[in-house]
Structures are given as C-alpha cells and as structure tokens.
Nanobody
C-alpha cells in the first residue's frame, strides 16, 4: 500500500514553468517508484479529473496529453516530477499523482481505475 504526497504547487504567472513533486512512502522492501507506472491527473473545480500523462516503469514509453507536460526523476528513488511549460490560466487545477502496479501505461491510461494509490493533490493557480 503506497502513500503518495504531491508538492510544488502555488500561484504562477502565465507563460511560466512549474515542477511538481510526487513522493512515495510505504513501498515494499526493495521496491521503488521505478517499478510502477506513474500517472499525473488534474481536476479543476466543478470539472472531471483528466489525465495529464502516464510514464511506464523503467525505460518503457508513456503517454502525454500535451507536449508541454514532461515526466522526470532524479536520484531520489521514491520521487518523480511533473514539469509543465508555458503555463496558461486553464492549467489551474489540483494536480494528483498515482501509481499503476502493472508498471505499463496502455491506451486506456486515462482510466482512473488502473491506479491503486493517489495523493491528496497540490493546487496550481495560473493568473496574472
């Protein structure tokens, strides 16, 4: 049972860039986030949650809703990032990370039922 915590949100101006973090806790011994497929979703008030991207485990490919969205990781074994470029007001939403234990993103990656763990989300507000 993985626990996820998003961070890095805040208020930014249009055209800027932002990097959101997703930290995982409670992984089984010997396992890291690299064993999971990672989904990023977002939800604006009054709207349905929508998929941002999905990155498969290891070096396997993923899916991206827009070219402005990028997945990254560093030497922190249990941390991954969502990088957003050219932020627009319509990017305003709560952003969530989630884990898919299958380890592979497929054509149905936007189906929320594929993901077993979700964070509480981090708020991103884009305005001038």
């Amino acid at each position: 049972q993985v626990q996820l915590v998003e961070s890095g949100g805040g208020s930014v101006q249009p055209g800027g860039s932002l990097r959101l973090s997703c930290d995982a806790f409670g992984l089984a011994p010997g396992f890291t986030l690299n064993y999971y497929a990672i989904g990023w979703f977002r939800q604006a008030p009054g709207k349905a949650r929508e998929g941002v991207l999905c990155k498969s485990a290891g070096t396997y490919p993923g899916f991206y809703a827009e070219d402005r969205f990028r997945f990254s990781r560093d030497n922190h074994e249990n941390r991954v990032y969502l990088e957003i470029e050219s932020l627009r007001p319509e990017d305003t939403a709560v952003y969530y990370c989630a884990t898919d234990p299958s380890g592979l993103c497929r054509s149905d990656w936007k189906s929320q039922e594929r993901y077993d763990s979700w964070g509480q989300g981090t708020q991103v507000t884009v305005s001038s």
